[in-house]
């Protein structure tokens, strides 16, 4: 079982920036996929980002194009977190972030092929 603690969430204005953090209870966690995705009221859940390991010190990342270039996907294998790192955020950001574990080593943007998640932490950017 794997256990995630999503944290770092809070009001921010347009362009401004957060560092969202999970920390996930797994030993096996460094070659596990993650994602993280978002979910604004009345909206279905979407993906925000993945990274996975590709060997030695190399990893994966994809992203969705709404966040390109401007959120940064990270893990940190010796703290067992991965960061999601998001910068010139916009009121369009704002939504419960979840960050989720894939026991398969597939950096997928599909929430169904993630086996767990965390509690979710709220974004909000407002003026």
């Known amino acids: 079982q794997v256990q995630l603690v999503d944290s770092g969430g809070g009001l921010v204005r347009p362009g401004g920036s957060l560092r969202l953090s999970c920390a996930a209870s797994?030993?096996?966690?460094?070659?596990?996929?993650m994602g993280w995705f978002r979910q604004a009221p009345g909206k279905e859940r979407e993906f925000v980002a993945a990274?996975?390991?590709?060997?030695?010190?190399?990893?994966?990342?994809a992203y969705a194009d709404s966040v390109k270039g401007r959120f940064t996907i990270s893990k940190d294998n010796a703290r067992n977190t991965v960061y999601l790192q998001m910068n010139s955020l916009k009121p369009d950001d704002t939504a419960v972030y979840y960050c989720?574990?894939?026991?398969?080593?597939?950096?997928?943007?599909?929430?169904?092929?993630?086996?767990?998640w965390g509690q979710g932490t709220q974004v909000t950017v407002s003026s």
């Open positions: 989720a574990a894939s026991m398969r080593p597939i950096a997928s943007p599909i929430a169904g092929e993630y086996d767990y």
């Open positions: 797994a030993r096996t966690f460094s070659r596990d996929a």
């Open positions: 990274i996975r390991w590709s060997g030695g010190t190399s990893y994966y990342v």
